[in-house]
T-cell receptor, first 112, second 114 residues
Framework: EAQVTQNPRYLITVTGKKLTVTCSQNMNHEYMSWYRQDPGLGLRQIYYSMNVEVTDKGDVPEGYKVSRKEKRNFPLILESPSPNQTSLYFC???????????FGSGTRLTVV | QKEVEQNSGPLSVPEGAIASLNCTYSDRGSQSFFWYRQYSGKSPELIMSIYSNGDKEDGRFTAQLNKASQYVSLLIRDSQPSDSATYLCAVNTIGSSNTGKLIFGQGTTLQVKP
């Protein structure tokens, strides 16, 4: 089944403890993206990647890092999480930069 | 600032009626337009794509695009309670590295009352 897989689905962590949210797609897509979704603010892009080793900042990149060492994987790294990074996170992928994107199931992150 | 705007709603329609959802965008260079449906706590699900002016129909859904007016809409005919969800308009634009990126509106919440 073609899909984007994120892990974990739920995560509660403490301020400052480094964490990684994994994302993997099995559709051989070049384009991958991370979004966060907050009430009243909608979906906002954090980072995106056009191919292996090619990434660029989205609209809200502060406090996040990404890497794209393999085509199928695009992990999101929070080096020192803070409470304002509490959010619902989605990974998405596409075969074209014009979209459309297929979304993962989401990761609900709480930073206390 | 490149933006996509939607009325947040809620838009309430009776079962069987036509629901009309609207979206405007600011980037005249946009080429791809999408409607996603999102149930509470779930991931966005693509329901319609449209790339050229005019109407595109798929079952009970019709997407309409008017690039001159920078306007895209979604019509849902014979609305069902299961259509109750948030509908996200997404528009492709050009990012800082000259590649496409998808910008989302805040979404319109649709309530279909039995």
């Amino acid at each position: 089944e073609a899909q984007v897989t994120q892990n974990p689905r739920y995560l509660i962590t403490v301020t400052g403890k480094k964490l990684t949210v994994t994302c993997s797609q099995n559709m051989n897509h070049e384009y991958m993206s991370w979004y966060r979704q907050d009430p009243g603010l909608g979906l906002r892009q954090i980072y995106y990647s056009m191919n292996v080793e090619v990434t660029d900042k989205g609209d809200v990149p502060e406090g996040y890092k990404v890497s794209r060492k393999e085509k199928r994987n695009f992990p999101l790294i929070l080096e020192s999480p803070s409470p304002n990074q509490t959010s619902l996170y989605f990974c998405a992928s596409s075969s074209r930069d014009r979209g459309p994107y297929t979304f993962g199931s989401g990761t609900r992150l709480t930073v206390v | 600032q490149k933006e996509v705007e939607q009325n947040s709603g809620p838009l309430s329609v009776p079962e069987g009626a036509i629901a009309s959802l609207n979206c405007t965008y600011s980037d005249r260079g946009s080429q791809s337009f999408f409607w996603y449906r999102q149930y509470s706590g779930k991931s966005p699900e693509l329901i319609m794509s449209i790339y050229s002016n005019g109407d595109k129909e798929d079952g009970r859904f019709t997407a309409q695009l008017n690039k001159a007016s920078q306007y895209v809409s979604l019509l849902i005919r014979d609305s069902q309670p299961s259509d109750s969800a948030t509908y996200l308009c997404a528009v492709n634009t050009i990012g800082s590295s000259n590649t496409g990126k998808l910008i989302f509106g805040q979404g319109t919440t649709l309530q279909v009352k039995p």
